[in-house]
């Protein structure tokens, strides 16, 4: 089994992206949603992602976004992949016609019910990213250390690429990868001392965990 490669989120200083870059992770995201205590500004992440060196995928993560947020976002940080929360796969599926750019459909989860819209996304979406449902009253759809029952995904069939989140942190994502076989796994608040403070310390030790060293 090949080691599990890991997207570290919500990066906003140079001090995080570096944390991320010397640990290791395979892919780093930055916010594009104004609610959201991790969001960056088309300035401030152009000041900060050309610290990403080549070889790491960089993220954009959006909540149901119009063209012109997503062509702001990619012009700004050279984005490789977009993380659509909240979008429809008929959406999802015009942004990446659209933009050629790898997309990601967030899928919700909290019921086993909520899997069976994974085949929708998977004609839609590069990869499926299974993250835990938010409160209906959350003021985010995702970035809350909420996470879902991973049992949920036992003997499931997954329709396409996918990779977990939602609640993640150095303390139990050894045994999220045991019990899912997860091969990518994204982390956001399960690495920050406070909302949108990320810490290089926990970055650096998820990272290690994730890796099983
Ligand atoms: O991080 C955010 O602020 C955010 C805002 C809007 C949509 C998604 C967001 N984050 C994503 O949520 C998951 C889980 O995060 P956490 O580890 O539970 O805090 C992750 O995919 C983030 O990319």
């Given at each position: 089994m090949p080691?599990p490669?890991?997207?570290?989120?919500?990066l906003s200083?140079?001090a995080?992206i570096?944390?991320a870059?010397r640990?290791?992770?395979?892919h780093?995201?930055?916010?594009?949603f104004?609610?959201s205590?991790?969001n960056?500004?088309?300035?401030?992440?152009?000041s900060i992602?050309?610290?990403?060196?080549?070889?790491?995928r960089r993220v954009?993560?959006?909540?149901?976004?119009?063209?012109?947020?997503?062509?702001?976002?990619i012009?700004?940080a050279?984005?490789d992949v977009?993380?659509?929360?909240?979008?429809t796969?008929?959406?999802?599926?015009?942004i990446?016609?659209?933009?050629?750019?790898?997309t990601?459909?967030?899928l919700?989860v909290?019921?086993r019910?909520?899997?069976d819209k994974a085949?929708?996304?998977?004609g839609?979406a590069?990869?499926?990213?299974y993250d835990?449902?938010?409160?209906?009253?959350a003021a985010?759809p995702g970035?809350m250390g909420?996470r879902?029952d991973?049992?949920l995904?036992?003997?499931f069939?997954?329709p396409?690429?996918?990779?977990?989140?939602?609640g993640?942190?150095?303390?139990?994502?050894?045994e999220?990868?045991t019990?899912t076989?997860?091969?990518?796994?994204?982390v956001?608040?399960?690495?920050?001392t406070a909302p949108g403070v990320?810490?290089?310390?926990?970055i650096?030790?998820?990272?290690?965990a994730?890796?099983g060293?």
């Amino acid at each position: 089994m090949p080691r599990p490669t890991a997207k570290i989120c919500g990066l906003s200083t140079p001090a995080a992206i570096d944390a991320a870059v010397r640990g290791g992770a395979s892919h780093v995201g930055f916010v594009f949603f104004p609610p959201s205590p991790r969001n960056v500004g088309f300035e401030q992440v152009r000041s900060i992602a050309g610290r990403v060196p080549a070889h790491i995928r960089r993220v954009g993560v959006f909540v149901d976004p119009s063209d012109d947020l997503i062509d702001g976002a990619i012009a700004s940080a050279a984005l490789d992949v977009l993380q659509l929360h909240k979008t429809t796969p008929d959406r999802i599926a015009a942004i990446r016609a659209r933009t050629r750019r790898e997309t990601w459909g967030a899928l919700a989860v909290k019921t086993r019910a909520d899997l069976d819209k994974a085949s929708a996304l998977a004609g839609a979406a590069d990869r499926i990213l299974y993250d835990a449902k938010t409160p209906d009253s959350a003021a985010l759809p995702g970035g809350m250390g909420v996470r879902f029952d991973w049992a949920l995904l036992d003997g499931f069939r997954h329709p396409a690429p996918w990779a977990l989140s939602g609640g993640l942190d150095a303390a139990n994502i050894g045994e999220a990868l045991t019990r899912t076989g997860a091969q990518l796994v994204d982390v956001s608040s399960g690495v920050e001392t406070a909302p949108g403070v990320k810490s290089e310390t926990r970055i650096l030790a998820f990272l290690r965990a994730a890796a099983g060293t």
